[in-house]
């Protein structure tokens, strides 16, 4: 079972990512994946998912000298996890001050904001039941 909020470190994001498009996978190949972007090391890498995999976000697996990475949570959980620390630390855990400072500062087109619409409908339709 994955964790319910999961809070990722910037390095840790670009470590998921990584795994994402390429999973399963092993350390070394994440590491010359992000060597270029980070100039990260082995070591650096392998020292980060580890520590991932300690934290419930990633899995291993060994397979003779070789140890297989995958990821335990889905992109979708991972930016809930981000969107819920924001809310915590931000805004004191209230939503409508965070909605309003997110539409504040995007241009929405009228296709966006039909379906933020939609969304609210759907949502208080639901919590009537």
């Not at 319910?4 to 795994?19: D, G, Q, R």
């Not at 890498?45 to 697996?61: E, I, Q, W």
């Not at 981000?82 to 241009?107: I, R, W």
Request: charged content about 25%; proline content about 5%; some cysteine.
């Amino acid at each position: 079972m994955s964790p319910p909020n999961v809070e990722l470190t910037e390095a840790e994001w670009s470590v998921i990512k990584a795994i994402w498009e390429s999973e399963p996978c092993t350390a070394p190949a994440i590491q010359e994946k992000l060597f270029k972007p980070t100039g990260w090391t082995y070591s650096t890498v392998r020292t980060l998912m580890d520590r991932m995999t300690a934290k419930g976000v990633l899995k291993a697996k060994k397979a003779g000298k070789l140890t297989i990475y995958q990821s335990v949570i889905t992109p979708e959980q991972a930016q809930r996890g981000e969107l819920f620390y924001t809310l915590k630390h931000a805004f004191n855990g209230a939503f409508t001050p965070m909605v309003q400072c997110l539409l504040e500062s995007k241009d929405l087109n009228a296709d966006e904001l039909s379906q933020l619409e939609a969304m609210i409908k759907a949502r208080k339709k639901s919590a009537k039941k």
